[in-house]
């Protein structure tokens, strides 16, 4: 069964740090393309980041520079480590599958919350 | 960036009616389009991608079309389970951006 599961999120001062865990199960992130996406409340989705099956990698203008994106095979997960956070980057963060052709992304987590407060 | 923009923003309808939402691309984006469904506090769900790909396991009461830069996702009788909000996504230039959502609600 295909699954992605995101951890990590929490209470975070601004200009801190955090890193964004997405376990994945039932296929290999690195034969699909995979993608974050956030919702800040009562907003509607940004699109974050996505990192290829080839390595390659982009962001929203709003984050880089500060966000990175990265996949460690051996444990089948996608990561966001996200730096210099900002009180606008408050939001629930969503990982999910890329599937086709971009941007469709067919398996979605749960979303993990940032908060990101003095 | 390219822009995307959803009209309307909300829209009421009943049981049984079709219900049109538009996506306008700011600038040509061929067919790098996908429309999702997002229900409160849940995930979003692909719907539709290759702007008119439907994807597996959604009923075909849900179609995507598109003409130049305006996209077109067009629910036909509407059933008590698609009260949502629709997005539009363009994945041709980075940076991807979604449109602002169309909520349509119970009439």
């Known amino acids: 069964e295909v699954q992605v599961v995101e951890s990590g999120g929490g209470l975070i001062q601004p200009g801190g740090s955090l890193r964004l865990s997405c376990a994945a199960s039932g296929f290999s992130v690195s034969t699909n393309y995979m993608t974050w996406v956030r919702q800040a409340p009562g907003k509607w989705l940004e699109w974050v980041s996505v990192l290829y099956a080839r390595g390659n990698t982009a962001y929203a203008d709003t984050v880089k520079g500060r966000f990175t994106i990265s996949r460690d095979i051996f444990k089948n997960t996608v990561y966001l480590q996200m730096s210099s956070l900002r009180v606008e980057d408050t939001a629930i963060y969503y990982c999910?599958?890329?599937?086709?052709?971009?941007?469709?992304?067919?398996?979605w987590g749960e979303g993990t919350l940032v908060t990101v407060s003095s | 960036d390219i822009r995307m923009t959803q009209s309307p923003p909300s829209v009421s309808a009943s049981a049984g009616d079709t219900v049109t939402i538009t996506c306008r691309a700011s600038q040509p984006i061929s067919t790098w389009l996908a429309w999702y469904q997002q229900k409160p506090g849940k995930a979003p769900k692909l719907l539709i991608y290759?702007?008119?790909s439907l994807q597996s396991g959604v009923p075909s009461r849900f179609s995507g079309s598109a003409s130049g830069t305006e996209f077109t996702l067009t629910i036909s009788s509407l059933q008590p389970e698609d009260f949502a909000t629709y997005y539009c996504q363009q994945g041709d230039i980075f940076p991807w951006t979604f449109g602002q959502g169309t909520r349509v609600e119970i009439k």
């Open positions: 999910a599958r890329g599937v086709g052709s971009p941007p469709g992304a067919d398996f």
């Open positions: 290759g702007a008119s």
